[in-house]
């Protein structure tokens, strides 16, 4: 038998051994040539510690509140779609385990269980991701489904106005599965033989029209609060300021976008210097690490979200492996805090890191 994983990057080769190539593909790769989805990494290894000592770490709180939302830590589920393609429970297996670790799930527009299922298997805090498709009455009973359904948040993803293109998706021939959620709304059947089939689907629906307009539509369907996923420039940051939305989350969709479109931690400092204070910034982008969820919150995020290893632990161990996943990235930030001297996130300050700009800017500090 193999061994127990000991860090989530090792739940990604079980994940692998367990899939089909085909879904294994989906889910593992980026853009391109895919130097975002490496760089998310890459950067995060880049930033090292300024560990402070002499100070009493005997009880470490990771306790954080997102919209009013008390969570155990600052480690959230990023959306991810087709969760039911990696284990039979998909999406309702991650939602308990959202619920047991005590932290925020985004369920996918693209979820493979309904909402109603979600919805009714646990009671995590819920925050619904929207993509919008041309047909937007569509959009609108998701959304107020979801609203119904006691999720407290629309996240509109705004990366995504045409699908990235994932060379290995073509080869396999990627399916598009069918999604329980838009039964008699919308038909998920595509002509192209060739190809990934989830691209031909998007480019038929998704709205590539999409603007900033979008945000005064979604107000007039929903009174939940609205995040927008995928921000990268502080142009970007200060409009989704005047927009009036609840909160940024800073991503690059996992490098499955725009290739060379920068590492997420090394643009979130310039957000949330564009921000100000005046919203929450959340980040997500290749966090493997308790020590890469410090570095975030020392450069201004407020939360961390999490997409592959989530889906790594689900195909591995179902809900059990959503849960270890969560549990190890908390406890290495645990530990992370207690040897940088940081007992609360309060605590944990731009001082704590060191840049590779700072390296060259010693007398800053
Ligand atoms: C397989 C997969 C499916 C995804 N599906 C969605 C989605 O439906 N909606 C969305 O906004 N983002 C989606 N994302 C992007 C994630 O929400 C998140 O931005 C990204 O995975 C974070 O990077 P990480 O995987 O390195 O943690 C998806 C990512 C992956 C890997
Ligand atoms: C339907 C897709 C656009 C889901 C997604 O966001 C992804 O695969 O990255």
New binding site residues.
Partial sequence: MAPEPVNVNEFQELARQVLPKMYYD????GAEDQNT?KE??EAFQRIWLRPRVLIDVSRIDMSTTILGYKISAPIMI?????QQLAHPEGEVATARAAAACDTIM?L????TCTVEEVSSSCDAVRFF???VYKRRDICAQLVQRAERNGFKAV?L?V??PRIGRRESDTKNKMIQPKLKNFEGLISSEVDSQDGSKIEAFIKKNFDDSLSWEAIGWLRSITSLPILL??ILTREDARKAVEAGVAGI?V??????QLDYAPA?ISVLEEVVEAVGGRLPVLV?????RGTDVFKALALGAQA????????YGLAAKGENGVRSVIDMLKNELEITMALSGCPTLKHITRNHVMTHHDNLNFSKL
């Fill in positions: 989906y889910y593992a790769g989805l998310n990494i990023a959306p991810t779609a087709y985004v996918s527009f693209r979820s991701q929207l993509y996240v993803t990366d995504t996923k995928g989350i991503s690059n969709h996992g490098g499955r997420t997500d982008g290749g966090v493997r961390v979200l999490v997409g592959r290893p989530v889906i």
